[in-house]
Structure formats: C-alpha cells, structure tokens
C-alpha cells in the first residue's frame, strides 16, 4: 500500500546543531508540505512544494530549508536547530488537483 | 492569510450529534474548506471537503452558508472513537502560502 513515512519519528538535539527530517511517500504525489504542530497554534506550514526542483516558503519557513530532487521525499533541514524549533513536524502530501493531503505519523523534535 | 478560529473543546455524550463551527471571515473566493480529524501521536486525517452548501459522506456532513465566512462540521451519531481534535483547513494547495489551519477543537465523547 502507498504510505507516506517519517524519520526519525523522536529527535533530541542541541542548539546550533544542524538537523535533518526526512519524509517519503510512495503515492508519487507532486505535492509535499512540512507543518510543525505547537499547542495554541494548531498546524503552520513550514514549506511546501510542487515537484521536483521546486520549492516554496510558508507561514514560518524562518530557520528551515527543504530540497526536492525526486517526487518522493522533501527532507526538512533546520541549519542551526533553536529552542524554539522544539515542536512536533508533520510532513504531507496530495496529488495536484485534489487537494486532500495524506500526513505522516509525525517527528518529535526537542531542542536542548 | 484566512485567519480561522474554531472552539478549543467541546464535549458530547455516545450517540448525540456534534456540530462544530470554523469562523473564516476573509476567506479567498478560490478556497475550499476541508476538515481534519486527528488522534494523539498520529497525523491528521482527512474527513471532507467542500466549497459551498452541504456536502455529505459517509462519515460526515460540512455545511457551508452562503457567504462562506464559517462553516460547520457535523459528526451525526458519535461513538467514543469520534474522541480526537478536529481541524479546519481554508485555502487550496495551489496557494500554498495562504493554506490556513484552525487552532483545532478537541471533542470528547463520553460514554
């Protein structure tokens, strides 16, 4: 069955540190997004994009960088990992004219 | 963006029906309203879509008023697995910049 999968599903990092989450589905969709999930604000998009070579900046894409060099995954890179960065990360995607988005489980990530 | 706001909680009993309502007062003439159904430590699931007037499936109902300004969410007949956070979603995936999620209702259903 097509899926859509996250890893590391826990992280704990350092402040300054560089860090990379990866997100891979097998739907060949040409959309992908990243939210992060933080109580008080529901779900923010991060970044998105709509195929290969392409990228986009959303709500609170400050600190954050994706790549997209084939349909199946957009990693997330936070260059140098804050405090304020600790959040839950959703990774997403849908095919280009349905706008139903299929999530990954999710990645925890602590920044100490 | 479309500023969305829906109610932190809500609690109902088995059997009842829960209406809950996403206020969009700025929505975008090209924006749907989709709604996501969501279980501690697991991502958001899709539950319907609409742009206007009623939609129906088999798990739910989303009524859409004229204006488009709000829209209501109805889960007829809950059971105590409805027990999640319900989010509304405005905009489309073509505008990704202006994709804006509600801050989430938690339902919980009581035996």
């Known amino acids: 069955d097509a899926e859509i999968t996250q890893s590391p599903r826990h992280k704990i990092t350092e402040t300054g540190r560089q860090v990379t989450l990866a997100c891979h589905q097998t739907?060949?969709?040409?959309?992908m997004f990243w939210y992060r999930q933080d109580l008080g604000h529901g779900l923010r998009l991060i970044h998105y994009s709509y195929g290969v070579h392409d990228t986009n900046k959303g709500e609170v894409s400050d600190g954050y960088s994706v790549s997209r060099s084939n349909t199946e995954d957009l990693p997330l890179t936070l260059e140098s990992a804050a405090s304020s960065q600790t959040s839950v990360y959703f990774c997403?995607?849908?095919?280009?004219?349905?706008?139903?988005?299929?999530f990954g489980p999710g990645t925890r990530l602590t920044v100490l | 963006l479309a500023k969305t706001t829906q109610p932190i909680s809500m609690d109902s009993y088995e059997g009842q029906e829960v209406n809950i309502t996403c206020s969009h007062n700025n929505i975008a003439t090209n924006d749907y309203i989709t709604w996501y159904q969501q279980f501690p430590s697991q991502g958001p699931r899709f539950i319907i879509q609409?742009?206007?007037t009623k939609v129906t499936n088999e798990v739910a109902s989303l009524f859409i008023p004229a204006d488009r300004k709000s829209s209501t969410l109805s889960l007829p007949r809950v059971s105590l697995s409805d027990t999640a956070v319900y989010y509304c979603l405005v905009g489309v995936s073509a505008a990704g910049n202006k994709l804006t999620f509600g801050g989430g209702t938690r339902v919980l259903v009581k035996p």
């Open positions: 997403a995607s849908s095919e280009a004219d349905v706008d139903e988005q299929f």
């Open positions: 609409g742009y206007k």
């Open positions: 739907w060949n969709h040409n959309n």
